[in-house]
């Protein structure tokens, strides 16, 4: 079975500044999907940025970008120039590559954005 | 369009008692999921739909059962509930054509106690 480890269980990052948050993950599909979304105080799963295995380039949208390392099974989320609005529960996750399976979730990151 | 829709965004439950939390979408997916979240924890999945009339368990099936009877519907069912079932439940619906799949979209969640 596929697992997701997300070993920092808290961040915190300046207002503006920048800050890696980690995920790793155990599969021996080459064929898979792998996504960050956000929750915030609303409790609401927000998606992030998503990246297909098949694809070497990493995913980019706006002030998110992903390190994804396909042969060290790592997928880290990198958000530039930090805002309040920021400050949420982040959550890395799998799904397989057959067919539309369920997601697979770390236990999350909580980030604070200091002011 | 409404997206994902659960009801209620609150319950408390004394033990053994039976609720029913009501998820629906408007989207016409043919996927729908209900995850639940337990405190400092990502979400694990109760059961998954494919279509209607089509439902299999997730990795936390014990204690719940659904149905879906139309595309738009899959309420989660707690009978004899149990103090191990107080948790955050999220529905989740997505799409999928042949291999291809797309991203899940999230209700707001219902936040359940059992005392």
């Known amino acids: 079975a596929q697992t997701v480890t997300q070993s920092q269980p808290e961040m915190s990052v300046q207002e503006a500044e920048t800050v890696t948050l980690s995920c790793t993950y155990d599969t021996s599909e080459s064929d898979y999907y792998l996504f960050w979304y956000k929750q915030p105080p609303s409790r609401q799963m927000i998606l992030v940025i998503r990246?297909?295995?098949?694809?070497?380039q990493n995913a980019t949208e706006n002030r998110f970008s992903v390190n994804f390392q396909k042969a060290a099974k790592s997928f880290s989320l990198k958000i530039s120039d930090s805002q309040l609005g920021d400050a949420a529960m982040y959550f890395c996750?799998?799904?397989?590559?057959?067919?539309?399976?369920?997601?697979?979730f770390g236990k999350g990151t909580r980030l604070s954005v200091i002011a | 369009n409404a997206g994902v829709t659960q009801t209620p965004k609150f319950r408390i439950l004394k033990i053994g008692q039976s609720m029913t939390l009501q998820c629906a979408q408007d989207m016409n997916h043919n996927y729908m999921y209900w995850y639940r979240q337990d405190p400092g924890m990502g979400l694990k999945l109760i059961y998954y739909?494919?279509?209607?009339?089509?439902?299999d368990k997730g990795e936390v099936p014990n204690g719940y059962n659904v149905s879906r009877s139309t595309t738009e519907d899959f309420p989660l069912r707690l009978e004899l509930a149990a103090p191990s079932q107080t948790s955050v439940y999220f529905c989740a619906s997505s799409y999928a054509s042949g291999t291809f799949s797309y991203e899940q979209y999230f209700g707001p969640g219902t936040r359940l106690t059992v005392t």
């Open positions: 739909s494919v279509g209607a009339g089509i439902t």
């Open positions: 996750a799998y799904r397989s590559g057959s067919g539309n399976t369920p997601l697979v």
């Open positions: 990246q297909e295995a098949y694809k070497q």
